[in-house]
């Protein structure tokens, strides 16, 4: 098989993938969509299985298509590691992919990409938003060089960097606060709770504090930013899980309060990498300068 194989290929198979159409492949690759499609037929037939079911919609993968991507994505990262590694050996150049919580990103890791960018132009830092699974799998899968996540996930294939710890506090608007106060967290049971939605492990967490505590949540709903979260609390509609530092600002305005509860709530934050990923030079720059940024906030 592997005399047969062409880095095109699979070049052509992962913007397919990501792309989920061959015509928008093509124009990412610049190619005409028939040398794509051509592409990806020459790679079923040396697999002898089909990689993608064919729709009027567009395209998915099929079980087999699933099983290849992982390997597409490591031979395509170990290309651009070597060239990384030929051109440059003391500059970083090239790509870096990392998933992390949107919370994260805007409390904690901003400051660290504004710096790094003005100082390593020529990396291209491709950072994308996800909930703890959606990190974990793009690591597992060789999407991506590293996630950020709130857990460790203490698996054997997965390397764990321990950063930081975060709190995590319950916040609501001055009004609920107050009636919490007067009336203790039972009043909670009639309140909304807001959260990223059942996928975050802030999600998971704060049903089980809230049970401790007796309070069943009847009613909530899922918003897909924390900003909008912040917004909707402080308009007295309910209350929420977010990272302290997230709400810094508003805490010290009286535009959220924080609610007492007996038990609180921290994670501590790590860089994960997939134990068998060869990480570029590029890529273990990046990491150091990445952890000795955060360690020392």
Excluded at 5 to 11: I, N, T
Excluded at 124 to 142: S, T
Excluded at 253 to 270: A, C, E, R, V, Y
């Amino acid at each position: 098989m592997i005399n047969s194989l062409e880095g095109r290929f699979f070049l052509a198979f992962i913007a397919s993938l990501e792309e989920k159409s061959f015509s928008r492949a093509a124009d990412r690759l610049g190619y005409v969509q028939s040398t794509v499609t051509t592409h990806i037929q020459q790679l079923e037939k040396i697999c002898g299985q089909k990689l993608f079911h064919r729709y009027p919609r567009g395209i998915e993968l099929t079980e087999a298509g699933k099983v290849f991507s992982k390997y597409a994505y490591q031979y395509v990262h170990l290309s651009q590691s070597l060239k990384e590694s030929m051109d440059e050996l003391d500059q970083p150049c090239g790509t870096v992919r990392i998933r992390t919580q949107e919370s994260f990103f805007l409390t904690r890791m901003l400051p660290f990409v504004q710096e790094y960018t003005r100082n390593y132009p020529s990396v291209n830092l491709r950072i994308e938003q996800g909930a703890h699974q959606d990190i974990l799998k793009g690591v597992l899968d060789y999407e991506l060089d590293f996630g950020i996540v709130p857990q460790n996930p203490s698996r054997h294939d997965i390397i764990f960097y321990p950063i930081i710890e975060e709190t995590i506090v319950f916040v609501a608007s001055e009004d609920i606060a107050q009636k919490v106060s007067n009336e203790g967290v039972r009043i909670l049971n009639d309140q909304l709770f807001i959260s990223s939605g059942t996928s975050c492990l802030y999600h998971t967490s704060a049903i089980d504090v809230l049970k401790n505590a007796g309070i069943m949540v009847k009613d909530a709903i899922e918003l897909p930013s924390l900003e909008m979260i912040k917004q909707y609390v402080s308009c007295g509609k309910g209350f929420a899980l977010v990272p302290e530092i997230a709400v810094n600002n508003e805490l010290k305005t009286g535009k959220l309060n924080i609610l007492p509860f007996d038990s609180q709530i921290s994670f501590t934050h790590g860089l994960i990498i997939h134990k068998n990923r060869e990480c570029s030079f590029t890529a273990k720059k990046f990491q150091s300068e990445l952890m000795c940024f955060l360690t020392d906030i």
